[in-house]
T-cell receptor, first 113, second 112 residues
Framework: DAGVTQSPTHLIKTRGQQVTLRCSPK?????VSWYQQALGQGPQFIFQYYEEEERQRGNFPDRFSGHQFPNYSSELNVNALLLGDSALYLC????????????FGPGTRLLVL | QQQVKQSPQSLIVQKGGISIINCAYE??????FPWYQQFPGKGPALLIA?????SEKKEGRFTISFNKSAKQFSLHIMDSQPGDSATYFCAAESNTGNQFYFGTGTSLTVIP
């Protein structure tokens, strides 16, 4: 079992650009959550996807959007990048029947210059 | 507003000692309290978790103590080992949703 995988591992963008991050959930998991982890901080919830729909959203602007595909994989899109968007973006997957059991991927390190 | 407050920010413990990390919350709707361990370059990994219907849960060298009336919970690492050196996060999940709220993390260093 490959666990949760994310791509790319690192990314450098400039202000104003757009970025897409990808996540493949652990086998058997149908729910995907995205988190932003700033340096030295705990992860902050962005949103959660189940059955290709956004189930819940944290306190993030509309510049942050997502998508879930029929195979449960997911994308996080961020438009109009700001310097403050520089962070580690984590994807976590869980089965709907046990959502508290979240498995995190290694994350994508995004640097906005 | 930080929903879960974690302390200390950093901790240095001798090998074989006890590491204690504390967290506090205000939202009484929280009903699941996990602890995560994160190594550099890795995502957080679930270590141990507790629900408010018990006051303590032990798994190997790791113990969660939970005080519902004080709205506090803590992680105790017994016989701390250098391999335990990592950042530890407490978290809480509300019974009204699927959102996890994380503490700010504690960097633990275990000295051989």
């Amino acid at each position: 079992d490959a666990g949760v995988t994310q791509s790319p591992t690192h990314l450098i963008k400039t202000r104003g650009q757009q970025v897409t991050l990808r996540c493949s959930p652990k086998s058997g998991h149908d729910t995907v959550s995205w988190y932003q982890q700033a340096l030295g901080q705990g992860p902050q919830f962005i949103f959660q996807y189940y059955e290709e729909e956004e189930r819940q959203r944290g306190n993030f602007p509309d510049r942050f959007s997502g998508h879930q595909f029929p195979n449960y994989s997911s994308e996080l899109n961020v438009n109009a990048l700001l310097l403050g968007d520089s962070a580690l973006y984590l994807c976590a997957s869980s089965p709907l029947a046990a959502q508290e059991t979240q498995y995190f991927g290694p994350g994508t390190r995004l640097l906005v210059l | 507003q930080q929903q879960v407050k974690q302390s200390p920010q950093s901790l240095i413990v001798q090998k074989g000692g006890i590491s204690i990390i504390n967290c506090a919350y205000e939202n009484t709707a929280f009903d699941y309290f996990p602890w995560y361990q994160q190594f550099p370059g890795k995502g957080p990994a679930l270590l141990i978790a507790i629900r408010p219907d018990v006051s303590e849960k032990k798994e190997g060298r790791f113990t969660i103590s939970f005080n519902k009336s004080a709205k506090q919970f803590s992680l105790h690492i017994m016989d701390s080992q250098p391999g335990d050196s990592a950042t530890y996060f407490c978290a809480a999940e509300s019974n009204t949703g699927n959102q996890f709220y994380f503490g700010t993390g504690t960097s633990l260093t275990v000295i051989p």
